[in-house]
């Protein structure tokens, strides 16, 4: 009943809701207009604050009992401070603030305003009549640390510096850390986005999105250059937010100190006025205001109207979120259309960066990129990052990551980010983290929800998360990261606008040539369409992407030779023999001794290529392996295997082991080695440690792409079931053949695919692709 009766009283804003949108729309395109024609830009005044003393300002309405209990350590804490003051502007209190004030802390100087002036209003008269360049501006239920000050005016160290945040704790350990001060902010559904990030591993001045206004030191000629906290926001939320975001697109910084703490005691003077529903209104209708003052790129502001009035509609079915406006909050908003056009004029005249720009420089890696002094170093500092466990090395693209860190940890200073799928995992990554400078691991992580009808590939979606990206950019700014290599296309979506430091992929597979290959041997009419539509969009993506990069690894000439015959201009930036490989040297080569009659598949079955190649192996080709040859036997290794009983019933002909620690043995034991994939994109690096293990090989021609495309040079190559099992039991039946093969294989993949030498090459291009960047 009360959802109906909500419904019915939403009906005239319902109905008035195109209307809502659309004015403010055009009433910003008119503004914009106009500004094009008519309007100036004001260049910003940069200079260097006094940084010695400070003001610091507490604006209060009704908290005598605050000030009674907070204003001592504060005096305390500026008492090393000569010249300091602390300022209490009063908005127009009735419990007696102000002569408590005078008579109690006659040090203190109080500004007693006639009438309420909200919280904007009373900290734009205390800026007024401060006395210092830098104000700490504070809530009157903050509790200082007692060396608060000291970091806060050391940030300001360049005359961009428009803000220096505290780091904000609550005095109850117990309590859900809601605000830090170090913030972020984000275009995200047509609307900014933003949060306060808790870690620890930030431990000095970094970049944030704004300033939290009670907790906060600023310029007090920048802030009052910006038109200090605007009235549009009235009567709160958001002021602070609005004020960071146009100081970055002025051109200026906005920084985080973790050492300069205070503690947040109470979060109630909002709350004991208002009602929940008044205050979700307003920070909604603040949402959207913002919007229409500073979002001044139209692509942004469309997909803002289309979801604004979305947003608004679904609140009437699903209920109230601060995600999206309530059309009470949207009618609001738009009753102060005129006052949000005039604050778009002023915003424009003070912008000298986009809104890309100003919502990318606040990100750690960008910052650095941007604003810090890089310096050549005897060894470049290297990200690392891999969305699968890299240890132990189970899979393909494992052993090549593996056996890449282990040489080039001795060539560069690496830093590793790793996705684990489960926390013990990280345990097993111990030797390899011993050799790096630092790495970090998180557990594989939900990503958004996978959205059918969406253009964005699956795998893409799959590790589409903020925190990632987050990770990536604080690693970049507090390990002073030079260059990043990025494994597996799907991390290539953490791609920045770098101008400095340079960025790497390796394409492991290519992607698209991966799901198209496989759409041939899928069974039913909905998952080829599935398949083929999400061929689609990652050929769109994944070609989309790679100009991008500065350099692009591809495990083959043939891999290249693919790219470039869709995307010709990607030539130059193609690299092929610089990432797959192993370490030769580490395998034994044994040519005598084996079983004969055996055989061995290798492959972790995570990977569908392998579950598929396994199938057709059993299904189609074992039948003719055992009329040709009845004592065959074939050995089956690798993690998650399929259930037996999903197989044919050979008895003791097929031995299905799952996961080994060792792949030595089996690769010395057994008389020849089969890899009969069929789809799939990359070189497999089981046939390179097949080929310096010295067993002899039989393979499909795709899954010795990018190795062997002649027949019997290395390896034995058919595509038909029958021509595959005939190739098997000739070699079985001739071992001299196949220990010569062999021979030719293991020499080949000392030449071509050593992991020691190609890595020396890789570190000798990225430190080439380094100089470039900073040369330019």
Not at 115 to 131: C, D, H, I, K, P
Not at 385 to 397: E, F, L
Request: a neutral charge.
């Amino acid at each position: 009943m009360r959802a109906l009766l909500g419904f019915l009283r939403a009906i005239p804003l319902l109905l008035l809701s195109p209307l809502l949108t659309t004015v403010p729309a055009l009433a910003l395109l008119a503004t914009d207009a106009a500004f094009a024609l008519f309007g100036r830009r004001r260049p910003p005044a940069n200079r260097t604050p006094n940084t010695r003393t400070a003001s610091v300002v507490i604006p209060n309405w009704n908290g005598r009992d605050l000030l009674a209990k907070y204003i001592p350590p504060l005096i305390e804490a500026l008492a090393g401070h000569p010249g300091s003051e602390l300022l209490v502007v009063d908005n127009g209190s009735s419990d007696g603030s102000v002569d408590f004030l005078r008579s109690t802390f006659p040090e203190v100087r109080v500004l007693a305003l006639p009438r309420n002036l909200g919280f904007g209003g009373g900290s734009n008269a205390g800026f007024e009549a401060a006395a210092n360049d830098i104000v700490v501006l504070l809530n009157s239920d903050m509790r200082v640390d007692p060396g608060f000050l000291r970091p806060l005016l050391d940030g300001f160290t360049d005359p961009t510096v428009f803000a220096v945040s505290c780091q904000i704790f609550f005095s109850d350990p117990k309590k859900l850390r809601e605000e830090t001060g170090l913030t972020q902010g984000w275009w995200e559904n047509g609307g900014v986005r933003v949060r306060h990030r808790i870690d620890d591993r930030v431990t000095s001045l970094y970049p944030c999105f704004y300033g939290g206004g009670g907790s906060c030191a600023f310029d007090r000629a920048k802030f009052l250059e910006l038109g200090g906290f605007d009235h549009l926001l009235r009567p709160f939320y958001l002021e602070d937010t609005d004020l960071g975001f146009l100081a970055w697109k002025r051109g200026w910084r906005v920084l985080y100190e973790p050492r300069s703490i205070v503690y947040h005691e109470h979060r109630g003077t909002i709350g004991r006025a208002f009602s929940q529903s008044y205050i979700q209104s307003v920070v909604q209708k603040n949402f959207l205001l913002f919007t229409w003052k500073n979002i001044h790129c139209w692509t942004k502001l469309t997909s803002h109207f289309f979801y604004t009035w979305a947003g608004a509609i679904l609140t009437i079915v699903f209920g109230e979120s601060l995600e999206r406006p309530s059309l009470w909050a949207l009618f609001k908003a738009f009753l102060q259309t005129p006052a949000a056009a005039a604050a778009r004029w002023r915003a424009r005249q003070l912008a000298v960066v986009d809104d890309r720009e100003a919502f990318a420089r606040p990100m750690g890696g960008y910052y650095r990129d941007r604003f810090a002094k890089l310096e050549t170093k005897p060894k470049p500092s290297v990200l690392f990052v891999s969305p699968y466990a890299i240890c132990p090395p189970v899979h393909g693209g494992g052993v090549f990551m593996y056996q890449t860190c282990r040489t080039l940890s001795q060539l560069t200073q690496l830093h590793l980010i790793v996705l684990l799928d489960d926390p013990r995992e990280e345990w097993l990554h111990r030797d390899l983290t011993a050799l790096c400078a630092s790495a970090e691991f998180i557990l594989r992580l939900e990503g958004q929800p996978s959205l059918p009808g969406s253009i964005t590939p699956h795998a893409i979606q799959e590790f589409s998360n903020r925190d990632l990206e987050w990770l990536i950019h604080r690693k970049i700014y507090c390990d002073g990261i030079d260059a990043i290599q990025f494994e597996y296309m799907p991390m290539g979506q953490y791609w920045s606008r770098f101008t400095r430091i340079p960025q790497f992929l390796f394409e492991h597979d290519i992607y698209f040539q991966s799901v198209g290959r496989q759409i041939a041997g899928m069974k039913g009419v909905m998952k080829r369409a599935a398949a083929q539509f999400e061929y689609l969009r990652a050929l769109r993506y994944e070609l989309a992407l790679l100009p991008r990069f500065d350099r692009i690894q591809v495990c083959s000439t043939a891999n290249l030779d693919y790219l470039t015959s869709f995307k010709p201009n990607l030539a130059p930036k193609l690299d092929a023999g610089l990432r797959a490989g192993i370490d030769v040297h580490r395998y034994t080569f044994t040519a005598d001794g084996r079983k004969p009659g055996t055989m061995l598949f290798l492959g972790s079955f995570r990977h569908a290529p392998n579950t598929e190649a396994l199938s057709w192996l059993v299904q189609k080709c074992f039948p003719h392996m055992l009329a040709g040859r009845p004592d065959v036997r074939l050995t089956v290794i690798g993690s998650d295997p399929p259930p037996k009983h999903s197989l044919p019933d050979y008895g003791p002909a097929i031995d299905l082991r799952g996961f080994a620690e060792d792949i030595n043995q089996p690769l010395a034991e057994n008389a020849l080695f089969v890899c009969p994939i069929l789809s799939g994109s990359g070189v497999r690096v089981k046939l390179l440690e097949a080929f310096a293990a010295g067993i002899p090989v039989v393979s499909t021609y795709i899954g010795a792409e990018g190795l062997s495309s002649t027949d019997g040079e290395i390896c034995a190559l058919a595509s038909s079931p029958e021509a595959f099992a005939a190739k098997a039991v000739h070699l079985l039946n001739h071992p001299e053949e196949a220990a010569e093969m062999a021979l030719r294989a293991r020499k080949h993949v000392e030449e071509h695919w050593d992991m020691t030498v190609i890595t020396h090459r890789l570190a000798e291009v990225y430190a080439r692709e380094l100089a470039s960047k900073r040369a330019s």
